[in-house]
């Protein structure tokens, strides 16, 4: 069993950046590809950007790709999300989720632990 708690959400302007984090506890965290995951009001969940156990591999959704960074330090046990050049569009909860798969995992039924979320408002 593992444990997931996000922070670092908030409000912020368009252009601006935020990091999140999301700490792990209950299990042995490098054994854990993580994800991160966002909804928006009205839209399903989606993906966002994905890591491998040892941080060697990534993976992004299309729109985020130069602007966010997925990394993570194993031996803090907690992923980050780097956001840069916010925008409306990415106005979202944020989800972190991990998986026990080896491989970096874009699909949400491929993750069996999941966070409570935080809040990402981008005001214009």
């Known amino acids: 069993q593992v444990q997931l708690v996000e922070s670092g959400g908030g409000l912020v302007q368009a252009g601006g950046s935020l990091r999140l984090s999301c700490a792990a506890s209950?299990?042995?965290?490098?054994?854990?590809?993580m994800g991160w995951f966002r909804q928006a009001p009205g839209k399903e969940r989606e993906f966002v950007a994905a890591?491998?156990?040892?941080?060697?591999?990534?993976n992004y959704k299309e729109s985020v790709k130069g602007r966010f960074t997925i990394s993570r330090d194993n031996a803090k046990n907690t992923v980050y999300l780097q956001m840069n050049g916010l925008n409306s569009e990415d106005n979202a909860v944020y989800y972190c989720?991990?998986?026990?798969?080896?491989?970096?995992?874009?699909?949400?039924?491929?993750?069996?632990?999941w966070g409570q979320g935080t809040q990402v408002t981008v005001s214009s």
């Open positions: 209950g299990s042995t965290f490098s054994n854990y590809a």
């Open positions: 890591i491998s156990r040892n941080g060697v591999m990534t």
């Open positions: 989720a991990a998986t026990a798969r080896s491989f970096v995992e874009t699909r949400q039924n491929g993750y069996a632990y």
